[in-house]
T-cell receptor
Framework: NAGVTQTPKFQVLKTGQSMTLQCAQD?????MYWYRQDPGMGLRLIYY???????DKGEVPNGYNVSRLNKREFSLRLESAAPSQTSVYFC???????????FGSGTRLTVV | KNEVEQSPQNLTAQEGEFITINCSYS?????LHWLQQHPGGGIVSLFM???GKKKHGRLIATINIQEKHSSLHITASHPRDSAVYIC???????????FGKGTKLSVKP
């Protein structure tokens, strides 16, 4: 099925560990996004990539890095996880100029 | 002040009731989205609006650009409609989505 695929779905990390969240879309979209969702707050943009080879900071980029590996894939890396990064992470994609968005199923990350 | 405000935050309804969820925003927008999120699940796009009204099954979404307000209506509500409904706007200046905090709907049988 066409859409956005995120892995893993669940992850528990110890403080200081690193990990990469993977995201891939098969809709040939130019733009991809990483959001985090915390209780009582709306989704917040971490990083986005308007096209292959470009990335930009969003509202809450500290503690994260991203890579737009190719047009399909956009990964999010936590170099040294902190408890404040416990959250649900969503990847999304859209076609530039087409304002419709498709979201992945989310990654629930717990940092202990 | 949040740029996108939803009301109510929580809503409990009896099966069959007509439901309205409201969204007000304070920025210029290119479009507005209504999204649905089931517990433990991903986010699904229900509607994208830039003007007027859209209908899909029992769901109706309206937007008033002049008043910077949108509503999501559910007719003949059903327990399977229980979810969090999220309003998000595409900021004309930033080009990115700005999200409301969501409205948690519970429909009792």
């Amino acid at each position: 099925n066409a859409g956005v695929t995120q892995t893993p779905k669940f992850q528990v990390l110890k403080t200081g560990q690193s990990m990469t969240l993977q995201c891939a879309q098969d809709m040939n979209h130019n733009s991809m996004y990483w959001y985090r969702q915390d209780p009582g707050m709306g989704l917040r943009l971490i990083y986005y990539s308007a096209s292959e080879g470009t990335t930009d900071k969003g509202e809450v980029p500290n503690g994260y890095n991203v890579s737009r590996l190719n047009k399909r894939e956009f990964s999010l890396r936590l170099e040294s996880a902190a408890p404040s990064q416990t959250s649900v992470y969503f990847c999304a994609s859209s076609e530039t100029g087409d304002l419709g968005y498709t979201f992945g199923s989310g990654t629930r990350l717990t940092v202990v | 002040k949040n740029e996108v405000e939803q009301s109510p935050q929580n809503l409990t309804a009896q099966e069959g009731e007509f439901i309205t969820i409201n969204c007000s925003y304070s920025v210029g927008i290119s479009a507005l989205h209504w999204l649905q999120q089931h517990p433990g699940g991903g986010i699904v796009s229900l509607f994208m609006l830039s003007s007027g009204k859209k209908k899909h099954g029992r769901l109706i979404a309206t937007i008033n650009i002049q008043e910077k307000h949108s509503s999501l209506h559910i007719t003949a509500s059903h327990p399977r409609d229980s979810a969090v409904y999220i309003c998000a706007v595409v900021s004309r200046s930033q080009g990115n989505l700005i999200f409301g905090k969501g409205t948690k709907l519970s429909v009792k049988p």
